[in-house]
């Protein structure tokens, strides 16, 4: 009965530690954790998970830079953007490849898509007459 108790203890405490693998969106049920609306478009969404692995969801870039410099009191883990080319594929913002202008039109207006891959990134720079941009300058245009 001991070993029971312990094991499910066990269980327990590990289910309540958060994971820092970004989560799938519920496209049209998960609001956006700072502008509260409704995410409709997973090219957009973004993620950003803290220390102790709470997870917060945004329908753009834009909202998660502003949300994060609102919020300085939690220490944060992770970014994550969603790849523009694929619904709940996320990528570690500094890893990605992003374009801002152009003929992006992202909910919240941050206008900007990221990319798995520098290829993809040049290949729809021109499409969307866009702009390449690193994470670095969109953190730090808000």
């Not at 799938?24 to 509260?36: H, M, Q, T, V």
């Amino acid at each position: 009965m001991k070993k029971i108790f312990l094991t499910l203890l066990a269980i327990g405490f590990l289910m309540s530690c958060g994971s820092k693998e970004p989560k799938p969106i519920k496209l049209n049920a998960d609001p956006c954790d700072f502008c509260k609306m409704t995410i409709s478009n997973s090219k957009f969404a973004a993620q950003l998970i803290t220390q102790k692995g709470r997870h917060y969801k945004f329908d753009d870039i834009a909202c998660m830079i502003q949300f994060a410099k609102s919020n300085t009191v939690v220490p944060y883990e992770a970014f994550f953007v969603n790849d523009y080319l694929k619904d709940n594929s996320f990528i570690p913002v500094e890893k990605s490849f992003l374009l801002r202008g152009g003929t992006i039109n992202s909910p919240m207006r941050g206008n900007c898509a990221a990319f798995a891959t520098m290829g993809k990134q040049q290949e729809y720079q021109n499409q969307l007459h866009a702009e390449a941009i690193t994470w670095k300058e969109v953190y730090n245009s808000y």
